[in-house]
């Protein structure tokens, strides 16, 4: 079975039934698995409302019979039981007793940067990653004062959380600047219920609740938005051509990132990684801008809701646009047709779907630690940009880490532009410079971080087994032998590996899983897949919120939800830009005559009509619920 389940040398595509006997496979072993981990927060005590058809802002109370479930601070849950050294706590070595290979070597020689252009575009990159700021972040451990932990030069004295990168003598790279030594500080530690091994914690809501929008905790929701004011609206700071833009961050001397002379603000936002790069930045700004449109919207159709009823109807219609994006548009390109069919992850075209509060939404920690890390390797060193006039221009990413001050000035239009058209980067092995030397980059260095390095040891720290544990696990597949490898790989890379590792079972699973051949229509190869689609199953399924649930507090009417259905992305980024007024159908695939270049007015939106009161008395809001 496994040999049809990647593609063999020739290339020849996995026949689907095959991909379906995998995927068959992980449904067997996920549920048990899944809900093996204890929740540390299963003991806590909730009130929840069960007629509360909004969600909670810490993701409380979706799962009413484990209302901790996929909130803030939660730990994530395992595929496989953690593979420590010590099999309590200290991070992964090779199964032959000795140290795993460094991975600033692994890095340098199986991620190197090398240019194949993709067939979908650099905003399949962008969105992903505004994606996983929804579902994962995991923090570092911190001293006990709660301040950042400082690895290098390494020392016996460094902080017991230490686990810096150590660059070898001979680095073609950093040897050029003396730096032996990148800062990697172990994860924290989440609080478990029980004893047990080692567990890490997940800052933000699992939920695709747009908690990168609207925040992970009550009184981050709260400060975000306002009551009074223009009611139930997102506040905002204003960009020089008075379009909306995020608000100024609330602690600019401290943020690392504003201030770089003065006046200059970064943003804030639901998610604290907002100011990382321009290109992040600015979809903040698009669904910041998307919910204050749809609020003056509602106001317009409902005069008499007040500004809790406009924030909130505003922010459910706000996120199950975003589920419908993710599951519509986005993640038939990364996983697939076969692995969409098999899950049920497609948006269906009528009717409602049904919530399973069986399944656990929390993230798993192979997901965040590795597989959905895919999208390192999407990105291009120099981000694309074109300007009003029709000009390319651009920036290299190196030079803009934490820099979004062009967006005062209506940068917004043209990087939107440039994401649409460039390509992104292949799904494979290789990563962009700018990720792999530069990663945030001060102003006054000539060099950053190495994120697939990061990658590798964070998979270390977090305890996660070794690549071929992962096939066993979703194909049933016994791996014995290097040569194995070469149904899931090209025997270049397997030759790689071979000559890196002391064992075929010592292979990282962020750097295997690059290395595989794709799924057929997929950007990822059958491994990640399988984490994936687990993953992208409980998100769906797990969330009784979820847009196309029936017969749940926040249920929308059969009218609702086939206005929801005419959500498209590129929709939403015409009506949020400043004035962008063409744009192909579809943004994550390039233009083509399938997917022709449109003005904008001709992209239809969700009628919210469809949300007028008196239309639909108590559809969607129970008779019983008083906010
Ligand atoms: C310019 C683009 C990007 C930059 C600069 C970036 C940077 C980073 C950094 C610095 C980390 C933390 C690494 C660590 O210490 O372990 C990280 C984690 C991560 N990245 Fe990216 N990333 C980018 C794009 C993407 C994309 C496109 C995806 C997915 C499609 C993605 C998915 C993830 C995930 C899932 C994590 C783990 C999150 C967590 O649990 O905290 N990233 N990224
Ligand atoms: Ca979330």
Redesign the pocket.
Known sequence: MSKLLARNMSHDPILPSATGIALARIELVAPETRQAVANCKEDQHYHCDPYKPYRNSDGSCNNLHNPGWGTSFSCFTRLLPPAYADGLSAPRISVTGSSLPNPRVLSAVLHRDLNYPATYTHMT??Y??F??HD????P?SRTKDGKMIQCCPPSPNNHPQCYPILVPKEDPFYSGYNEYCLN?VR?AMCPQCKLGPREQM??ITSYIDGSMVYGSMENETRSLWTRTGPAGRMHISMAANGGELLPHSPEPDSDQCSKPSENMYCFKAGDKRVN??P??TALHVVFLRQHNKIVNELKAINPHWDGERLYQEARRINVAQIQMVTYGEWLPIIIGPDAMKFLKLYVLPYGYTDYDPYTNPN?INE???AA?????S??NSVFAEILDDGKPSGYR?REN?FTPFGFYHGQLDAVIRGLVSQASQNRDPFISQD?KNH??RPKDSPYG?D?PA??I??GRDHGLSGYTDYLKFCFDEKIYDWAQLDQYMPTSQRTKFQNLYKSVHDVDLFSAGLAEYPLPGAAVGPTFTCIIGIQMYNLKFGDRFWFEHRDQAGTFSPDQLQEIRKTTFAQILCANSDKLSFIQKNVFRGESKRNPVVPCNTLTAPDLRAWRDSNYPGAEIPNNYHP
């Open positions: 990159m962008q992903g990653q994606f996983s579902v994962a972040f995991t570092s990697f994860t997940n800052q990382q790069h290109a992040l993230v997901f965040a630690g959905f890390r895919f999208g390192h999407l990105v990413l880490f990720m990663l945030y971080l994120l990061f990658n040891q964070r």
